[in-house]
Nanobody, 126 residues
């Protein structure tokens, strides 16, 4: 079992940048597929980005492609989300998620992930 703690959220101007971090407990972090989701007020939680166990492959939602980069450091048990050119529609609570399953397709559903952090708020006022 893994425990996840997000950090790095905050208030940022349109066009600004933020880097979110998600620190994982335990010694088996490299066995987990990791992802970021977000949930805006009144909306369902949606997939943002995913990265494989080794960090060699990633995938992004169309809404963030070209502006957001997911990465991981298995030595530090941490996954990151670098967000650039932020827009008001990026305002949401951002969640880190982990899955220990071996995936052959990109897991984009919330049910694909068994472990979740508590979330960190990102606000981009218009």
């Amino acid at each position: 079992q893994v425990q996840l703690v997000e950090s790095g959220g905050g208030l940022v101007q349109v066009g600004g940048s933020l880097r979110l971090s998600c620190a994982a407990s335990g010694r088996t972090f490299s066995t987990y597929t990791m992802a970021w989701f977000r949930q805006a007020p009144g909306k369902e939680r949606e997939f943002v980005a995913y990265i494989t166990r080794s960090g060699g492959t990633n995938s992004y939602a169309d809404s963030v492609k070209g502006r957001i980069i997911i990465s991981r450091d298995n030595a530090k048990n941490t996954v990151y989300l670098q967000m650039n050119s932020l827009k008001p529609e990026d305002t949401a609570v951002y969640y880190c998620a982990a899955s220990q399953k071996l995936w052959y397709t990109v897991p984009t559903a919330t049910l694909d992930y068994a472990y979740w952090g508590q979330g960190t708020q990102v606000s981009v006022p218009s």
